[in-house]
């Protein structure tokens, strides 16, 4: 059992026009087999909160607190997080020219444990994983994310999520720019993962499509760097239905 | 966010194609050849093939008088059919492929006190690499060494410098009729090596060369290889390897002059650039001459720059005399390992020294595989994870 514990997270970025404050006091809990869904419209904030916890250099944390079982993520570097238990699918994968998603996978899991994977097990886990997930085997002597596909790359996330198994997983807009296929798979493959890890899941999105498939327990409506409103699933129908003007209209 | 793509970077220098080349000769088989010191001037750096050059710190290597150093040759017991003799100053220019090309050549050929000669008998099959090793002890040496590889014979020959020199040779190279050659150039230097090469190679029909170059040493090191079809069917693959650090110079010029029919040329070039002033400069020049119809070339150069300040050059020029040809292509592109491919690596738990590895073993390892000499290809691993133990450690002294 593992508890990610948000309290009055501000967060702030430069800009060419000057430190521009974008978290302004975020406080939300976490456990281990929740999904909470972050819903919001543009620019509201939700994806500086998922770098802010993966610890992103370009967000500067002016105030507030960020544990995980206690332990204080904020003062952990980059690769410190992840050791830690923490994940984020990225929006926008990045392309690394040179190293093979295998390669790429191997050394991530071996810095994650701590050790090698035992290789008879890894390379099944890795095959099963890239099945589940209908990723074809000649994918893993592709260069990481390099001339993949907006599903392809989505994919490689969750694949990732289910081989490093963190206790926490922070999907940023997963759901965006996949056609209604790509994004069956990539829930399924989250419903999986959960299912066997139990990991905690924060699921930031701007669409109410993707809950169809992965059942949010929480929903957060996320507004100019805050949380807006709480509830439960209910409150992601009623988002569906009125959009955000509400909130914006207030905000 | 930002997305890195690195198949839209370009370098940062000249790109010419054919007539656009900034060359004052009208091609680039002009460019004078001569055993005659004097017919070159001494490099002010404002030449044309010298413009990127660090000429300061090359300067020993222009003036015209003996050296009194040599280089200490660690040679293995040579396999029947292949001998390593001396050779006399006016012998070692008769059998050189060609005169040198630069004051620096010619100032070695002249200066060298004769030549070594490696020759690979007729016929003679030779399975083991043949690997000599080079040390300098910190004097001016001139070198002069010719390869020849006598008509349908087969040999891996490894020539590994270390230690410290200014060193300044010639090396040709000759491939009699359906020969093959695989030659690797190793500059292990110390980091205070200065080096300035010329070798030039001469292909007779039918033969091959596989001309490895790996350059991690020196401070100053330029090294200027020209390829010459003398007979069709021939073919020639040019690989190099470098990775250069704050201080360290690394010049790779090329020339393949294709002036026969129905030969084959491939080259390839990636160097790896960390520390502020590291500093690589790449030229490959490809002639394809009026007569060298069905004439199959390409040439790339690959850079990835790992740290802000470093600087990369890279120009390749292609001059095409005739339109009869089967394929002629070049690429190049210098990127950098930026600061979000960092991010994504180290968010998954990859540490910042793990990562900086993976991604440069990542763009060296399809090019080493191409040397083909598996224990040079072991050691160069090794010698590519020291190199980037240094650059942490660089880098570590810089945030501190």
């Known amino acids: 059992m593992s508890t990610l514990e948000i309290k009055n997270l501000h967060a702030s970025v430069e800009t060419p026009e000057g430190t521009k404050q974008i978290l302004k006091g975020v406080d939300l809990t976490i456990n281990s087999g929740e999904t909470h869904a972050i819903m919001g419209p543009n620019g509201s904030g939700k994806s500086t909160l998922a770098y802010s916890l993966a610890g992103h250099p370009k967000y500067e944390i002016t105030e507030g607190s960020v544990t995980l079982d206690g332990e204080d ?18 929006q926008y994968p990045v392309e690394v020219p040179g190293v093979s998603v295998s390669n790429f996978l191997r050394t991530a899991k071996t810095a994650i444990d701590g050790e090698a994977p035992k290789l008879r097990t890894w390379v099944k886990d890795v095959k099963k994983s890239m099945d589940d997930l209908r990723m074809d085997s000649s994918f893993a002597e592709r260069n990481v994310n390099e001339g993949f596909s907006g599903g392809e790359k989505k994919r490689h996330e969750i694949l990732q999520m289910e081989l490093l198994a963190p206790k926490i997983a922070v999907l940023d807009e997963t759901d965006s720019g996949l056609d209604v296929d790509a994004l069956r798979i990539v829930s399924e493959g989250v419903n999986r993962v959960k299912d066997n890890t139990g990991l905690g899941i924060m ?29 439960g699933r209910e409150l992601a129908d009623r988002l569906e239905a009125e959009g955000y003007d509400r909130f914006l209209a207030s905000a | 966010m930002t997305v890195t793509d690195h198949s839209r970077a370009t370098a940062d220098a000249a790109h010419t194609h054919g007539l656009g080349t900034p060359t004052p000769d009208a091609s680039r088989a002009d460019r004078p050849t001569s055993f005659e010191v004097d017919a070159f001037t001494v490099p002010t750096g404002r030449e044309e093939e010298w413009r990127f050059s660090p000429t300061k710190a090359l300067a020993p290597v222009f003036v015209d008088a003996a050296a009194d150093g040599h280089l200490e040759w660690d040679v293995p017991e040579l396999p029947a059919g292949v001998t390593l003799t001396e050779v006399s100053t006016a012998d070692a220019r008769e059998r050189s492929v060609r005169a040198p090309g630069d004051r620096a050549a010619a100032v070695a050929a002249a200066r060298a006190g004769g030549a070594m000669a490696l020759t690979i008998a007729p016929n003679t099959v030779v399975d083991e690499p043949i690997q000599i090793t080079l040390t300098g002890t910190g004097a001016d040496v001139r070198g002069h060494l010719l390869v020849e590889a006598g008509a349908s014979s087969e040999a891996t020959v490894i020539i590994e410098r270390r230690g410290t020199a200014t060193y300044s040779e010639f090396v040709s190279v000759d491939l009699a009729e359906n020969s093959g050659l695989n030659l690797v150039l190793l500059q292990l230097w110390d980091e205070d090596a200065v080096h300035a090469g010329e070798v030039v190679a001469r292909l007779g029909r039918d033969s091959r060369l596989r001309g490895s170059v790996v350059t991690l040493g020196g401070k100053a090191v330029r090294l200027n290889t020209s390829a010459a079809f003398a007979g069709e069917g021939a073919s020639v693959d040019l690989f190099g390897l470098y990775f250069a650090d704050s201080g360290q110079h690394q010049e790779h010029q090329l020339f393949v002059d294709h002036a026969v029919p129905r030969c084959t040329s491939r080259v390839t070039y990636k160097g790896a650039l960390a520390g502020k002033t590291a500093r690589t400069v790449w030229i490959g020049d490809v002639l394809i001459r009026k007569e060298a119809e069905e004439t199959d070339t390409y040439e790339l150069n690959r850079n990835l720059v790992l740290t802000d300040g470093a600087r990369a050059d890279s120009v390749p020029n292609l001059e095409i005399e005739t339109g009869e040809i089967a394929g002629a292509g070049h690429a190049s592109a210098t990127g950098r390992f930026d600061d979000e491919q960092m991010f994504y690596l180290r968010s998954r738990g990859i540490s910042e020294d793990e990562a900086r590895k993976l991604v440069v073993r990542g763009f060296f390892a399809d090019l080493i595989q191409e040397i083909g000499v598996p224990t040079v290809e072991e050691s160069l691993m090794k010698a590519i994870d020291l190199e980037l133990e240094h650059v942490n450690e660089e880098l570590a002294e810089e945030q501190a």
């Open chain 1, 203 to 231: 699921l930031i999105t701007h669409y109410t499509r993707i809950l169809k498939y992965i059942q949010p327990d929480f929903v957060h409506v996320f507004v100019n760097g805050q949380i807006a409103e709480q509830g």
């Open chain 1, 73 to 90: 993520v904020l003062a952990m570097s980059v690769d410190e997080r992840a050791k830690a238990g923490m994940f984020l699918a990225m």
